[in-house]
T-cell receptor, first 111, second 114 residues
């Protein structure tokens, strides 16, 4: 599975858009990009995933570059409850879905 | 309500004792996973199961054992051979074992060995 690189921490003002970057330069053609978040002492929560095209759901948008070597998770109107550790993961379509979690980005939303 | 349940939330054991962590799901998911998380770290995969009566080692399986006798249950035993068992343990499930499906996580069991 491809490795991902994320900044260790980010801050964002409440009400603003939070843009979380992720580099996955060794991603292969059959690997999806997943985003999960973990609020302190809870289990991770699925946010969104994509293969090539940009994706949007009720929680966030995922922008994947054309070469697929990086992506950005966008929380359009961040609230205090969005404070969490955000994990970017790549997972192969083939074989078992072994989600490999890195250290993630600790996002702090400030009032 | 459908979901994945881990019990207990907090568990204390004496060193040298085996302990079993429970994980149950009523989502009718084929795949189930166990992860370990240490303070300030990401999750590391211990074991996973793609189907009943089958499971595979993850990246840190030493000192752990699992069983998958029923689709809805995937208990994890932390044996006395695990050198540093104190950690936060997370169970997850997904509808299929391959990519393009989201994983659902339980709320975790925090194990402390004294």
């Amino acid at each position: 599975d491809a490795k991902t690189t994320q900044p260790p921490s980010m801050d964002c003002a409440e009400g603003r858009a939070a843009n979380l970057p992720c580099n996955h330069s060794t991603i292969s053609g059959n690997e999806y990009v997943y985003w999960y978040r973990q609020i302190h002492s809870q289990g991770p929560q699925y946010i969104i995933h994509g293969l090539k095209n940009n994706e949007t759901n009720e929680m966030a948008s995922l922008i994947i570059t054309e070469d697929r070597k990086s992506s950005t998770l966008i929380l359009p109107h961040a609230t205090l409850r969005d404070t969490a550790v955000y994990y970017c993961i790549v997972s192969s379509l083939q074989g078992a879905q072994k989600l490999v979690f890195g250290q993630g980005t600790r996002l702090t939303i400030n009032p | 309500d459908g979901g994945i349940t881990q019990s207990p939330k907090y568990l204390f054991r004496k060193e040298g004792q085996n302990v079993t962590l429970s994980c149950e799901q009523n989502l009718n998911h084929d795949a189930m996973y166990w992860y370990r998380q240490d303070p300030g770290q990401g999750l590391r995969l211990i074991y996973y199961s793609q189907i009943v009566n089958d499971f595979q080692k993850g990246d840190i399986a030493e000192g752990y054992s699992v069983s998958r006798e029923k689709k809805e249950s995937f208990p994890l035993t932390v044996t006395s051979a695990q050198k540093n068992p104190t950690a936060f343990y997370l169970c997850a499930s997904s509808i299929a074992p391959t990519g393009n499906t989201e994983a659902f996580f339980g709320q975790g069991t925090r194990l402390t060995v004294v």
